[in-house]
């Protein structure tokens, strides 16, 4: 497998416009993740889904973000309209249903976005 | 992923040396902790877990130990080797409270050669 796949790896956008960001779970994983990673506020959980159907969303900021999952190979992260201070990296990670030693995220390589 | 700045402690050995990296969880039901290892310019890593049942897990040249009185775990690196340089997470949950993991600050490991 070849583990969490996040696209782009890098966006810069201008203020105001429309940001996609895109993850693919490992299959076979139940649990997906969306974290937002910054210098101040280090690594903070957005939202995260259970066989496709979100379960907390509590992190989401603002309503200008919105995530979805249309099916367990594919999750959205949407921000519109964008702003400077959303510029983070942003991290999807998926993992196995909840259980002892099955709750392992494994994180994608990340979505460096800046908003200029 | 961005190395997480300006702010995060910072602990530098020597090259050969033991690392120990603490970090202190904040709920007293979190039952389940992980390590992870973050390089620049990735994602983090799973290094090692322990459950809450347990007070020491060892791994390759990694030992987690977990004091459950004063909610504090630390993670031990053998012969701390220049391919540790990261920052460090320590993560926290409850095994039925869904698998949403709450991210300690992460410190920042220097190994000089």
């Known amino acids: 497998d070849a583990g969490v796949i996040q696209s782009p790896r890098h966006e810069v956008t201008e203020m105001g416009q429309e940001v996609t960001l895109r993850c693919k779970p490992i299959?076979?994983?139940?649990?997906l993740f969306w974290y937002r990673q910054t210098m101040m506020r280090g690594l903070e959980l957005l939202i995260y889904?259970?066989?496709?159907?979100?379960?907390?969303d509590s992190g989401m900021p603002e309503d200008r973000f919105s995530a979805k999952m249309p099916n367990a190979s594919f999750s959205t992260l949407k921000i519109q309209p964008s702003e400077p201070r959303d510029s983070a990296v942003y991290f999807c990670?998926?993992?196995?249903?909840?259980?002892?030693?099955?709750?392992?995220?494994?994180f994608g390589q990340g979505t460096r976005l800046t908003v200029v | 992923g961005e190395s997480v700045g300006l702010h995060l402690p910072t602990l530098s050995v020597q090259e050969g040396d033991n690392s120990i990296i603490n970090c202190a969880y904040s709920?007293?039901?979190?039952?389940?902790f992980i390590w992870y290892k973050q390089e620049s310019g990735k994602g983090p890593q799973f290094i090692i877990d322990?459950?809450?049942?347990?007070d020491k897990r060892q791994g390759q040249r990694v030992t987690v130990l977990l004091n459950k009185t004063v909610k504090h775990l630390s993670l031990q690196i053998a012969a701390t080797q220049p391919g540790d340089s990261a920052v460090y997470f320590c993560?926290?949950?409850?095994?039925?409270?869904?698998?949403?993991?709450?991210f300690g600050g992460g410190t920042r490991l220097m190994v000089k050669p």
């Open positions: 990670a998926s993992s196995l249903v909840a259980g002892w030693g099955n709750t392992e995220a494994f």
């Open positions: 299959s076979g994983h139940d649990y």
């Open positions: 889904f259970n066989n496709n159907v979100p379960i907390d």
């Open positions: 709920n007293s039901a979190s039952d389940y």
């Open positions: 322990i459950r809450s049942n347990m």
């Open positions: 993560a926290e949950t409850r095994h039925n409270a869904g698998n949403m993991l709450t």
